[in-house]
């Protein structure tokens, strides 16, 4: 059972906008960044927002960040095929002195 | 452009150690926090090591004691040391660098590490 939470699965159609989720507590999303991390099938994971809701360079403004309180969210724009994907949210716990990651989205798009 | 590349995965008995390497080129393993993730075949991302620049370590909960995390700086490489291997430990195994922390800006293919008998 992973510290974060996030749904198992979402799903949308291209051009959808789809929206996932990330709750923890105080001692992480409460306290620290949240970054979001993308895996397409059979690849290494890849950065997608750090530090709640900057996007790297190489990222497509489609993709966005937000928190509040102890809940964090990862939103998608003009959803596309190529979008489908595990999506795991991450930050730092200060009580485990560690990172964190949730259980991972499976986002496909119908 | 940085590219990671980790080397040193293989089948393993249990009990056994395994070093991992990561090298590349675009970056530093004096300047960027150092880490390595895993992921059991079909499962989530777990946290494994981080290593900061200035020489303090971090181990998740799960190996601690048994994993350790170091550099050479001459060869720009960080090296993942896995003791008395279980087979709960089987996964492939990302290296992962950051400018900033908690953070993993860039990630490596994956090497496949199997503790089995």
């Known amino acids: 059972q992973s510290v974060l939470t996030q749904p198992p699965s979402a799903s949308g159609t291209p051009g959808q906008t789809v929206t996932i989720s990330c709750s923890g507590s105080?001692?992480?999303?409460?306290?620290?960044?949240v970054n979001w991390y993308q895996q397409v099938p059979v690849t290494a994971p890849r950065l997608l927002i750090h530090?709640?809701?900057h996007r790297p360079s190489w990222i497509p403004d489609r993709f966005s960040g937000s928190k509040s309180g102890t809940s964090a969210s990862l939103a998608i724009t003009g959803l596309q095929s190529e979008d489908e994907g595990d999506y795991y949210c991450?930050?730092?716990?200060?009580?485990?002195?560690?990172?964190?990651f949730g259980g991972g989205t499976k986002l496909t798009v119908l | 452009e940085v590219q990671l590349v980790e080397s040193g995965g293989g089948l393993i008995q249990p009990g056994g150690s395994l070093r991992l390497s990561c090298g590349g080129s675009?970056?530093?393993?004096?300047?960027?926090?150092l880490s390595w993730v895993r992921q059991a075949p079909g499962k989530g991302l777990e946290w494994v090591s981080v290593?900061?620049?200035?020489?303090?370590?971090y181990h998740a909960d799960s190996v601690k004691g048994r994993f350790s995390i170091s550099r050479d700086t001459a060869k720009n490489t960080f090296y993942l040391q896995m003791n008395s291997l279980r087979a709960e430990d089987t996964a492939f195994y990302y290296c992962?660098?950051?400018?900033?922390?908690?953070?993993?800006?860039?990630w490596g293919p994956g090497t496949l590490v199997t503790v089995s008998s």
């Open positions: 992962a660098i950051s400018t900033g922390w908690p953070g993993f800006d860039f």
């Open positions: 675009g970056f530093s393993v004096t300047r960027e926090y």
């Open positions: 290593l900061y620049s200035g020489g303090t370590t």
């Open positions: 105080r001692s992480n999303v409460g306290r620290n960044i």
């Open positions: 530090s709640d809701n």
């Open positions: 991450a930050t730092w716990d200060d009580s485990l002195n560690g990172v964190v």
